[in-house]
């Protein structure tokens, strides 16, 4: 069964946007807080935005203020509005189920995720 399907990257330049959707099945999506995560090539995979199922936000001081997560809980779709991207941001970008900021157990296995690259 497939839970996660993360979708939207490309390929764009330093300072342009990109809106990343995430697809979850219901069982996952339900009643969960939702985080984006991202992994660079040769990093460990990081905790970049949460949102709880009451729409609380929060998000690592690397892309706050550029970086939007939000949710549609009627269409089981986690959002991620990239703005300012930076080639730092460069990375494979996935989403999960998770119990808010703060917290490591994720609910699902991994979903292959979608390529960012920012060009400087």
């Known amino acids: 069964q497939v839970q996660l399907v993360e979708s939207g990257g490309g390929l764009v330049q330093a300072g342009g946007s990109l809106r990343l959707s995430c697809a979850a099945s219901g069982r996952i999506f339900r009643n969960n807080a939702m985080g984006w995560y991202r992994r660079a090539p040769g990093k460990q995979r990081e905790l970049i935005a949460t949102?709880?199922?009451?729409?609380?936000?929060n998000y690592a001081d690397s892309v706050k203020g550029r970086f939007t997560i939000s949710r549609d809980n009627a269409k089981n779709t986690v959002y991620l509005q990239m703005n300012s991207l930076k080639p730092e941001d460069t990375a494979v970008y996935y989403c999960?189920?998770?119990?808010?900021?703060?917290?490591?157990?994720?609910?699902?296995?991994w979903g292959q995720g979608t390529q960012v690259t920012v060009s400087s």
């Open positions: 999960n189920a998770n119990r808010g900021w703060g917290t490591t157990l994720v609910f699902a296995s």
């Open positions: 949102i709880t199922s009451d729409g609380n936000t």
